[in-house]
Every structure is written in structure tokens, then in C-alpha cells.
């Protein structure tokens, strides 16, 4: 190597590990402050080691009233679990059918693509949804509306049709149907275009809130990401989401870190082993065309 | 394109007949059409709210007309200027410092010579994509609070005073644009990396060979290598100037950064949805309505001059 280029390899590594220092920092500072006692968080000793050890703020997480905490724990897993295969259902049964040649596709095709480029708003989503289909307060909403994306449907067509269409063909002659053609043909054969976009939906499920914000009315619908925000950027916990039991109560900073700690976990935990997934998702809706 | 089930429909057969053969398809079709007939275009008619005075007992079609009432409302109102002007800033922002950080950031990872390293970054930098913004919020309302936050701890280790980052309007867009650059780089990156990888190695031999130095290399193949997909991007990043995310600044933001920080989004949901006071669903409608008018526009245009001057195409 020459001279220059060891600089650059220094200066390239010092600059990327200072960039990932952003992102790991902060983390494990959060964690540390959740884990440590009490008088070093008030006293502010805390860096991105844990003084002490306290798991307390962890417990209390746990025993908050009505057991809200795993409560919506439970509701985020049923969403994003329901959502997810709904999704998959819908999104891989549109774009079969978009890849097949049948009377008014060139109709569905704009039906489809209309929803892409323009939407009616929050306002109007919302007076609709409450006051004409009564899904306000509802499981149904926080899963419902995430059900298709037509970005994904354009990505998955885009996979079948890269499937040879004399498959098809001989399927059609040996006298299969429709269904026939999308479960026992186009699903094998598209599985990891199908694992790809289920993480999508997943996570976006996984990660929703803004529909709980709106639509529900007490604590027993909320998802993690609410249960969340309810801890962590109110001005004053609701009596919704207080610890209880422990006397004296802990610093909120410690519970509040604990409450991001625990919404964080699972996806931090799961997603060095999906990401390949997301990257090919990513990258077949940027190559198509 | 490869049309499936030529086989079955070469013959033209008459309509009725044909939509016979068809009827499994419109089957398979019919969850995905009902459900953008439910959550799309049900809301689409629901902007007849912006042209009514809208009372709930009266529904939609019952209100009253209001005709451009609500629109010559907010063109009056000087926020609704405010947050034109923010979210126009915000989004230059986005394009001057977001725009280019995961291409440096790829062209970095891509000469460094460690491949674990690569592979640790990489995944490294995915977090702050994976987490919600939620999460994000809450990590960096953390980090930057005055008093126990990381970054003002070392601010004060320095010896300098704590910074209020969260009650100062002057830091509020600085901190959407680096914050946004912080929870989206990662993945960006991941479009010029693969770039990168597709550029044929043999080209930086033959030209290491005829004596072109780093530099020279860098503008002549890696910067064509990644031109097309450098327009695609930055076209649709044009495309959508009107529009940021709701998340980021509404977890982000508080009546005190109102003046630099509220943004078209976040004013449309709090005339619907205001913390006290009388809900206004017209007004915010209209005002909904506006932007997505503006963003259908700039999204359609930007798709075409990606199609033009790249080769890209959505569908």
C-alpha cells in the first residue's frame, strides 16, 4: 500500500467508527442509565457503563397497572402478526392476478396506481372510519388499513413474471385454476420475495402508533410504541401507565429508559438476523424497470 | 411482458364469455380492491369535507357548501405560511446534507479493505431504521436533555453551559435534518453500495494501468457507476419537498418550536385534532387536500423525469 492510501484507510475507518458512535452510544447509554441504581442517575454519573445494579425500573415496567405493559405487548404481536399474513394474502393475491391478462386490467391497473400519488388525509381517513365503517376503537383499524401497499404489489408482480410463463402454460392444460396457479405454482416459486415483503409489513405493524393516537379511546388497544410515547413524552405519566407497588417510586429517568429499552429490544434483537431481507426488499423496488 | 395464460386467451372470445373465464381473477383481486375502496378512495370522496361547512349529524353529503370558504381561511392565515416556509427549509436541508451523506458514506465503506468491519457498519448503521420513530424520538430526547443527557453532559465536561436543544427554535430544524440523516442513512447507503459492488473491477485496473490516479478513477467510473441511480433518488426526493413525515416532528417538536418546527403535516393534525378548543375538520381538510393536490403534481412529475433521464419506472 502506499502512503496515501494507508492515510486513506485510517482516515476511513476513524471516520465510519465516529459515525457508528452515534448510533451505538446513545444506545448503550440508555441502556446503562436502565440498569443503574438510583443515586447515579440522580447524581448524572451515568456514561454508557451501568453504576451499580438495579433492575427494578424493569419490574416496575412489568406490574404496571392492569398489567397495561404486557397487555399491549399482547396486542402488538396479535396486529402485527395478523397484519402481516393479511398483508401477505392480499399483496401476493393482486399481484398474481396483475401479472395474468384479463378483461378491464388496464381499469385496475389506474385503480391501483391512483392510490400511490394521491390520498384523502388524515381528516377525511378519520371522519370515514369513525362515523361511516364504526371502526373507531377497534382492533380492525390498527390492522385493516395497513393491508396493502401497492408498492409491494408492483415489486411481488414483478417477481412472478420473472417466473417462465411455460410453467403456466402447461399447468393451465393440465386443467389447474386460478388458484391452482397461485398457491401450488407462484408461491414456492417467490418465497424469498415473500419473506422479504413480510418483514416490511411486519415491521411497519410492529412500529405503528399513530393510529392508536387517533382512534382508540382507553389504554387496552394500545401498542407498544403508544405505551411508549404515553411514558416517555407526556408532560405527566397518566395513571394509565404509573408504576406500582414500589415505594419510594424510582427516578423517572430510570423507568422511562427501561420503558425504551423494552419497546427496542425485540426489533433490536431480531433485525442483524432480517436485514438481508430488507436489503433485497429495497433494492427490487430500485432495480425494477 | 410476459402475459400468463396466453394460452387460455388467444382466441378473442365474446365479452360475456371472456369475463366468465376471468372470474377467479376478479375473485383474487376483490381483497385488495376492496380494501383501497375502504381506506382509499372512501377518504378521496371524503374531501368534499374542505368544500362544506362539515357537521358530523349532518354527514358529509348533508353539510352545508361551504365552496372555497376554507381554503381562502388558511391562505389567510399566517401560519399556514409558517409551516409552507418550514417545510420547504427543512426539505432544502434534507437535499443539501441528508441527500449526500449515505453516498460519502458508501463511497468510504466501499475502499476500506476490512470486509468484517464493512459488514459490522452496515449492520451497525441499519438500526435507526429498524426503530420507530417513536423510539428515535425518545433517544434523542434522552441524549439531549439539559440536565441529564449524554450530549449535554459532555457539553458541560468542556466546560461550556448546557444547551436547551429541545426549547430553542433555532436548533429545532438543524436537529430535524440531522436526525433524519441519523435514522435513514443506512439504509440510503444500502442503493449505492449495491451500485458500487455492479461496477465492473477490471475497469479501475485497466485504468489504474494507464496511469489514472485515485481521483481520477473516482470521477471517471465510480461517479458514472452510480449516476443513475444518483438522479433516480435525488428526483424523488424533489418529488416529495412538500411533505415530512409526521412521526419525526410531531414526536419531536412542542409549542415552543412551533415557529421554526411546525410543518404542513403536523398543522393539519392539530386543526383536526387540537389539544383544547373546537375540532376543524374543514379547515384542516382543506389543508390536506392542498398538500396532496401539490404532492400528486410533484411525485407524477418526478416519476417522469426519472423514467426521462434514468430508465426508471415504477410500474
Request: hydrophobic share 50%.
Amino acid at each position: 500500500m502506499s502512503k496515501s492510501e494507508v492515510c486513506f484507510q485510517v482516515f476511513g475507518y476513524l471516520v465510519i467508527s465516529l459515525v457508528l458512535c452515534t448510533i451505538l452510544l446513545p444506545v448503550l447509554n440508555i441502556l446503562a442509565v436502565s440498569l443503574s441504581e438510583k443515586n447515579a442517575v440522580i447524581q448524572n454519573r451515568v456514561t454508557i457503563f451501568p453504576i451499580g445494579w438495579e433492575t427494578r425500573s424493569y419490574q416496575d415496567i412489568l406490574s404496571m397497572r392492569n398489567g397495561v405493559f404486557l397487555r399491549t405487548l399482547g396486542n402488538t404481536v396479535f396486529i402485527t402478526v395478523a397484519g402481516t399474513i393479511g398483508a401477505l394474502a392480499v399483496t401476493v393475491s393482486a399481484a398474481y392476478a396483475m401479472s395474468t391478462t384479463f378483461v378491464g386490467k388496464k381499469f385496475v391497473t389506474f385503480y391501483f396506481l391512483v392510490t400511490m400519488y394521491f390520498s384523502g388525509g388524515v381528516i377525511p381517513s378519520y371522519i370515514i372510519n369513525t362515523n361511516y365503517f364504526k371502526l373507531g376503537d377497534s382492533y380492525a383499524i390498527l390492522i385493516l388499513p395497513g393491508l396493502l401497499s401497492i408498492f409491494y404489489v408492483i415489486v411481488v408482480r414483478s417477481q412472478i413474471e420473472a417466473i417462465p410463463p411455460g410453467i403456466y402454460e402447461a399447468a393451465s392444460i393440465d386443467g389447474a385454476t386460478e388458484f391452482h396457479k397461485l398457491f401450488l405454482i407462484t408461491v414456492p416459486a417467490i418465497v424469498p420475495t415473500i419473506a422479504a415483503i413480510a418483514m416490511f409489513y411486519a415491521l411497519s405493524y410492529w412500529n405503528s402508533w399513530f393510529n392508536v393516537m387517533i382512534y382508540m379511546r382507553g389504554s387496552n388497544k394500545w401498542t407498544l410504541q403508544y405505551l411508549l410515547r404515553a411514558i416517555v413524552m407526556e408532560q405527566t405519566l397518566r395513571a394509565d401507565v404509573q408504576p406500582l407497588g414500589t415505594e419510594p417510586p424510582p427516578p423517572l429517568e430510570n423507568f422511562q429508559m427501561a420503558a425504551i429499552v423494552m419497546v427496542a429490544a425485540p426489533i433490536i434483537a431480531i433485525y442483524p438476523f432480517v436485514q438481508k431481507y430488507f436489503v433485497k426488499g429495497i433494492l427490487s423496488g430500485a432495480v425494477k424497470g | 411482458m410476459a402475459t400468463i395464460g396466453a394460452a387460455a386467451t388467444t382466441r378473442k372470445k365474446p365479452l360475456l364469455a371472456q369475463l366468465k373465464l376471468d372470474l377467479p381473477k376478479y375473485v383474487i383481486l376483490a381483497p385488495a380492491i376492496i380494501l383501497l375502496f375502504m381506506f382509499n378512495y372512501m377518504p378521496i370522496y371524503g374531501v368534499l369535507i374542505a368544500f362544506k361547512n362539515f357537521k358530523a349529524a349532518k354527514g358529509i353529503l348533508g353539510s352545508d357548501w361551504a365552496g372555497f370558504h376554507y381554503f381562502e381561511l388558511f391562505l389567510r392565515d399566517p401560519n399556514f405560511w409558517r409551516v409552507m416556509k418550514n417545510t420547504l427549509l427543512i426539505n432544502i436541508g434534507n437535499l443539501l446534507f441528508g441527500f449526500p451523506f449515505p453516498i460519502i458514506f458508501a463511497l468510504v465503506i466501499n475502499e476500506l479493505r476490512s470486509k468484517k468491519f464493512v459488514k459490522f457498519a452496515q449492520t451497525v448503521s441499519y438500526l435507526p431504521y429498524f426503530i420507530s420513530w417513536v423510539v428515535a424520538a425518545s433517544i434523542i430526547r434522552s441524549i439531549l436533555s439539559p440536565s441529564t443527557g449524554m450530549v449535554n453532559n459532555a457539553i458541560k465536561f468542556f466546560g461550556f453551559e448546557p444547551i436547551y436543544f429541545l426549547s430553542k427554535s433555532s436548533f429545532f430544524q438543524p436537529l430535524l435534518i440531522i436526525s433524519g440523516i441519523w435514522k435513514g442513512f443506512g439504509m440510503s447507503a444500502v442503493y449505492y453500495i449495491a451500485a458500487l459492488a455492479g461496477i465492473d473491477q477490471e475497469l479501475y485496473q485497466a485504468a489504474a494501468v494507464d496511469g489514472a490516479g485515485k481521483m481520477r478513477q473516482a470521477w471517471h467510473i465510480t461517479l458514472p457507476g452510480l449516476r443513475n441511480i444518483i438522479i433516480v433518488l435525488f428526483v424523488l426526493q424533489l418529488g416529495s419537498i412538500m411533505s415530512i413525515g409526521f412521526d419525526q416532528v410531531f414526536l419531536l417538536y412542542n409549542p415552543m418550536l412551533y415557529e421554526t418546527g411546525d410543518v404542513i403535516s403536523t398543522y393539519t393534525y392539530r386543526l383536526g385534532f387540537p389539544d383544547s378548543g373546537v375540532p376543524q375538520y374543514s379547515l384542516s381538510s382543506a389543508v390536506g387536500f392542498t398538500q396532496s393536490l401539490a404532492n400528486f403534481i410533484l411525485v407524477f412529475n418526478a416519476n417522469r423525469l426519472a423514467k426521462k433521464y434514468a430508465g426508471w419506472s415504477l410500474w
